[in-house]
């Protein structure tokens, strides 16, 4: 009887844009299912930005152990079958920052969402940064519409709602919480800036960080109106045994 591959994503706070050590991404490449993945890029959150693309492609082609390649949606040139082969064919597809609601839409109308619902069935580990954290949670924490509010129709691939950047922007953690604590959002996950957390059919399976810290908080509602904050136990990347 064929097993299953498990279905896997991780929550980054941090990576290529942010952080000259590379150790988030080294890790996230450690964990796929290859042992030279195939990882593509999807900059759609920022509208495909030329800059941001041309970082994870110098950031990634220097890494041997691994094959590097973008997903364009703002001027898509593949068809239906091309897009689905290209992202089937994928052992990381790893999700940029910037627009979370846009994002969505986006994906949407081109039925990209469907397609990473698919590869993630199929063992693709699925990751990425701010709003390519955000997009894999039924909902999530975001800037998408001015002022810090509440996205309540993620893909939900992960149960519950994430945070990300929940120590260095400031009202991220008091919002989040009282988003929680009013039901305005589900118990989830909050990331710091430098941490990462991989999960493993909606379970964390690993927590790291880059920066002793830094960390991954378990967000819950508790009686009276108030939230329960949990830290996961992460490892710190780049130490020594």
Known sequence: MAVEPPQRLALL???????DDGLLDDWVLSRARASRPKACFVPTASGDAPAYIEQFR?????????????LHLFRRELDDDALRSLL??????YVGGGNTANLLAVWRTHGVDRLLREAYDHGTLLCGIS???????????TDSFGPLTYLSDGLG??????????DSEPGRRPSYRAAVAAGQLPSGWAVEDGAGVLFTAG????????APGAGVYRV???GGGGVSERALPCR???ASP
């Open 58 to 70: 110098t950031a990634f082609r220097s890494r041997p152990a691994c094959e590097p390649s973008v």
């Open 157 to 166: 691939l992960l149960p519950g709602s994430v945070c990300p950047h929940y």
């Open 220 to 222: 819950e509602p508790v």
């Open 131 to 141: 709003a390519g954290a955000n997009c894999w949670a039924e909902g999530s924490h």
């Open 13 to 19: 706070g941090g990576g290529f844009s942010t952080d």
């Open 88 to 93: 089937l064919a994928q052992d990381v597809v």
């Open 203 to 210: 379970v964390p399976t690993e927590a790291v960080t880059r």
């Open 236 to 238: 710190l990347l780049g």
